[in-house]
C-alpha cells in the first residue's frame, strides 16, 4: 500500500509568491517523521525540512515550513517568496519507528517557477 | 561544508556483470544507506546499514545485492550479476546518530547494456 502520496504531478507558480505542495501519509505507527526534499535538473537530493511526529510546532527553514496536520495525516511543504531556482522536483518522504532506517518516498511534484 | 561523494559518476556494465558503486559518507555519520531512482520515477529505499550491519533492507534489495564497509570511510553497494532493469541513478546518504535528516550523494547512473 502506498503511504506517501503526492496528488500534484506538476505545478506552476509566479515568482515572489508562494506555493503549497500537498503531502499525504499513512502510517500505524505513533512515531516517525517526515522529510521533504528537493531535487533540480542536476540529479542530486538536497534535504530542506524534517518534521518528527512528536513535534508540537511547524518545522520552519528560511522560506520553506512545513504544514503538519496530524489528524489528517498531511505534511504540506509551503515555499515562500517563490524564487526561479526553486524551479525543481519535489519529494515528500517518510521514516517509520523510533529507529528511522527505512525511508519512503512519495511519487513527487515537479514546480515551475514563471518569471 | 561536508558531503557525501560518490565514485563513479556513470557507470555502464553489461548484462550479467559485477558492479560495485563506491560511497564515502560524512564522517561523523553512522547510519548509511542506499537508495536507486529508475529514470522518472520516485526514490527508493534499498537499505541502510548500521554499526557494521545491515538494519533494515526493502523486498528490492535480494540476494543479487550486498552492502559492505570494508574500511573507516567508505561503504559499498555491489550488484553481483546486473539486470537491464538495475538501469538506474544509484544514492547513497548518510546521517548522524542523534539526527533524521538524510544527507545524499550525487548518485551513480548506472546503465546495463
Known amino acids: 500500500a502506498q503511504k506517501i502520496t503526492q496528488t500534484q504531478p506538476g505545478m506552476f507558480v509566479q515568482e515572489k509568491e508562494a506555493v503549497t505542495l500537498d503531502c499525504t501519509y499513512d502510517t500505524s505507527d505513533p512515531s516517525y517523521g517526515l522529510f521533504w526534499y528537493k531535487q533540480p535538473s542536476s540529479g542530486e537530493m538536497i534535504f530542506l525540512i524534517y518534521?518528527?511526529?512528536?513535534?508540537?510546532q511547524n518545522a520552519t527553514e528560511g522560506r520553506y515550513s512545513l504544514n503538519f496536520q496530524k489528524a489528517r495525516k498531511s505534511a504540506n511543504l509551503v515555499i515562500s517568496a517563490s524564487q526561479l531556482g526553486d524551479s525543481a522536483m519535489y519529494f515528500c518522504?517518510?521514516?517509520?519507528?523510533?529507529?528511522?532506517?527505512?525511508?519512503?518516498f512519495g511519487a513527487g511534484t515537479r514546480l515551475f517557477v514563471k518569471a | 561544508e561536508p558531503e557525501v561523494t560518490q565514485t563513479p559518476s556513470h557507470q555502464v556494465t553489461q548484462m550479467g556483470q559485477e558492479v560495485i558503486l563506491r560511497c564515502v559518507p560524512i564522517s561523523n555519520h553512522l547510519y548509511f544507506y542506499w537508495y536507486r531512482q529508475i529514470l522518472g520515477q520516485k526514490v527508493e529505499f534499498l537499505v541502510s546499514f548500521y554499526n557494521n550491519e545491515i538494519s533494515e533492507k526493502s523486498e528490492i534489495f535480494d540476494d543479487q545485492f550486498s552492502v559492505e564497509r570494508p574500511d573507516g570511510s567508505n561503504f559499498t553497494l555491489k550488484i553481483r550479476s546486473t539486470k537491464l532493469e538495475d538501469s538506474a541513478m544509484y544514492f547513497c546518504?548518510?546521517?548522524?546518530?542523534?539526527?533524521?535528516?538524510?544527507?545524499f550523494g550525487p548518485g551513480t547512473r548506472l546503465t546495463v547494456t
Open positions: 518522504a517518510m521514516r517509520e519507528g523510533a529507529g528511522g532506517f527505512k525511508t519512503i
Open positions: 518534521q518528527g511526529s512528536y513535534d508540537q
Open positions: 546518504a548518510s546521517r548522524r546518530p542523534e539526527a533524521y535528516e538524510q544527507y
